[in-house]
């Protein structure tokens, strides 16, 4: 399975960017797919968590700045984040799990090769 993501880039504080994920490889459509994020200096951060029905979890600390979407029933998920803040400047990587259990913050054994935001103030 490959993961690519895409929609990275700069913007300002207050402002809006959307991330894309496309997993390609697999036959089967995979039952979780996710969004961590690595802020300088710290470790990978879980982001959100959606599956195949379109069920999401978020992370407290982007809860209500941040959506998660999948295309129906297929292996492309989406990131829109909005009111910006330069903490959530770092890299965001795309995550695939064939597990069925929705475990926030558990990531499967899949990683895409991130797509870099950053967050002027």
């Known amino acids: 399975v490959q993961l690519v993501e895409s929609g990275g880039g700069l913007v300002q504080a207050g402002g809006s960017l959307r991330l894309s994920c496309a997993a390609t490889?697999?036959?089967?459509?995979?039952?979780?797919m996710s969004w961590y994020r690595q802020t300088p200096g710290t470790g990978r951060e879980w982001i959100a968590t959606i599956n195949l029905g379109g069920r999401s979890n978020y992370a407290d600390s982007i809860k209500d700045r941040f959506t998660i979407t999948r295309v129906r029933a297929k292996n492309t998920i989406s990131l829109q984040m909005n009111s910006l803040e330069p903490k959530d400047t770092g890299v965001y990587f795309c995550?695939?799990?064939?597990?069925?259990?929705?475990?926030?913050?558990?990531?499967?054994?899949?990683w895409g090769q991130g797509t870099q935001v950053d967050v002027s103030s």
């Open positions: 490889g697999s036959q089967d459509k995979i039952p979780l």
């Open positions: 995550n695939a799990d064939f597990s069925l259990d929705l475990r926030p913050g558990v990531p499967g054994a899949y």
